[in-house]
């Protein structure tokens, strides 16, 4: 059973950092690609970073330059360090193991809110 466990949400201000985690219990967790997505209220969840197995790394514009996805392959976890960061960036953020080679659908972990106020 698949299982993805974010923490590191909370209240940061603005300019502030955050470092998210998201535990995977994946046995195969070296070999897939990852992702996280946000969503904020009222909009419509989307993508912010993704990591292949080989630790190729792809950004969505709001992030790029602000944000960066990584990974532990020894300790099964993935993580986004997010710098600078502003209230627009205020949403719930996921952890994604989406559908691939192996991974015969999409899983969610269940989110932990990002709150960027002063």
């Known amino acids: 059973q698949v299982q993805l466990v974010e923490s590191g949400g909370g209240l940061v201000q603005p300019g502030g950092s955050l470092r998210l985690s998201c535990a995977a219990s994946v046995s195969i967790f070296r070999i897939v690609a990852m992702n996280w997505y946000r969503q904020a209220p009222g909009k419509q969840r989307e993508l912010v970073a993704g990591i292949t197995s080989d630790g190729i790394t792809n950004y969505a514009d709001s992030g790029m330059g602000r944000f960066t996805i990584s990974r532990d392959n020894a300790k099964n976890t993935l993580y986004l360090q997010m710098n600078s960061l502003k209230p627009e960036d205020t949403a719930v953020y996921y952890c994604?193991?989406?559908?691939?080679?192996?991974?015969?659908?999409?899983?969610w972990g269940q989110g932990t809110q990002v709150t960027v106020s002063s």
């Open positions: 994604n193991l989406p559908q691939q080679v192996r991974i015969s659908r999409n899983y």
